[in-house]
């Protein structure tokens, strides 16, 4: 259980919701199967699939959102659609106009929905409910906004806002580009991206490519002095967990370390101990993050909660 990008998120700290209560409102919204008419469904599964919707380990809490969708592909309909109204044509003498066409493709539609193949997915959710955090495993803000959306319809009261800090990200990492180093606690890996403001977006991208150095240093202050802003940063925070910082302030290729993981004892051969273990250590390492991650870009912003 490693998540793999986050998008973050405050609520009240605490929080103050039982775990009893978050487990019977999401029981209220539990994942159904697509109907034979549906094009997608979505509700809460079990993230061990042991019947329990909010997963607690130490005080930290797991949510999943389960996605099913029908794959009916447009082209498939829109090639049947003209197969047919080729063939009413030939019979009536005339072409179908453009209502009869769009009349026939939703025929269709329903015709071939119970035959599509269906596909399912799951979004996780991480809730430090004494902290206030509210991460997503997405790698977007799209994404994230599913689980989100669907958290508002099954929830009574969801106090939400979106993690803001006092500097841009966009600002803070052009400053550790330009000295070639980061502030303390976290040091520079080997990937990032340049893009300029102008609309043209030029981009430069380092790929497995130092990023400290005189002059690396150098060449990369010329691209900010040319009004390129960092949009992408590869860090490492701690020497224990490395990740990609954006300049929408989203954790993306997070990875947590050897030194990490090798905590895990062998031979737990439990495939539900191990889940637990890998999510106590998961969480364990990123509420010492973020605190940090903030203070380094200025503090927390202060805003008001969307209420839902």
Known sequence: MWFKNLQLYRLPAPWEISLDVLEAQLAEQLFQPCGSQSMESRGWVSP?????????????????LGIESRLLPVAVVRQEADERAEALAE??????????????????TQELLPRAFTRRRRTWAWIDPARGWLAIDASSQARAEDLLEH???????????LLRTQKSPASVMSGWLAAGEAPAGFTLDQDCELRSISEDHATVRYVHHPLEGEKLTEEVRGHLEAGKLPTRLA???????????????????????????DQIEGGIDDAAELFDAEFALMTGELVRLFPVLVDVLGGELEQAAKQA
């Open 151 to 161: 958290l508002r319809k099954t929830l009574d009261h969801f106090p939400l806002a």
């Open 48 to 64: 061990l699939d042991d019947g329990i919707l909010a997963h607690a380990v130490g005080g930290q809490w797991l949510i999943a």
């Open 235 to 261: 860090l490492t925070f701690d020497d224990r967990v490395s990740f990609v910082l954006t300049d929408k302030l989203e954790i993306k290729r997070l990875d947590f370390l050897d030194v990490v993981r």
């Open 91 to 108: 019979q009536q003498g005339y072409k179908l106009g453009r209502k009869q066409m769009k009349e026939l493709r939703e025929q269709i």
